[in-house]
């Protein structure tokens, strides 16, 4: 996660060419135990939703939800970023 946030943070990057490879780490930290890592997570995915195209972000995180998942903090999470993207 320290290596996305770093992406993030430089000027220049595309960041639409590593979206669909940074996805897959970011959203199973959404329910990880410690509760720093869980933070670090919904910031940065709070970054992308800054930084993205609203619809490229709702794209992907509507994909995530599709998914069956016994997890239901991660779809709590993702209906909370994607109410966040509206706003």
Not at 3 to 12: E, M, V
Not at 13 to 31: D, M, Q, W
Not at 50 to 70: A, G, S, V, Y
Request: charged content about 25%; some cysteine.
């Amino acid at each position: 996660m320290n290596i996305i946030f770093s992406i993030l943070d430089t000027p220049g990057i595309h960041i639409n060419t590593y979206l669909p490879l940074c996805l897959p780490g970011i959203l199973p930290k959404l329910v990880y135990d410690k509760v720093q890592i869980r933070h670090k997570a919904v910031y940065i995915l709070r970054k992308l939703v800054r930084i993205l195209k609203k619809n490229t972000l709702l794209h992907n995180f509507l994909l995530f939800l599709d998914i069956e998942d016994e997890e239901w903090h991660r779809k709590e999470e993702l209906l909370l970023l994607i109410c966040y993207i509206f706003l």
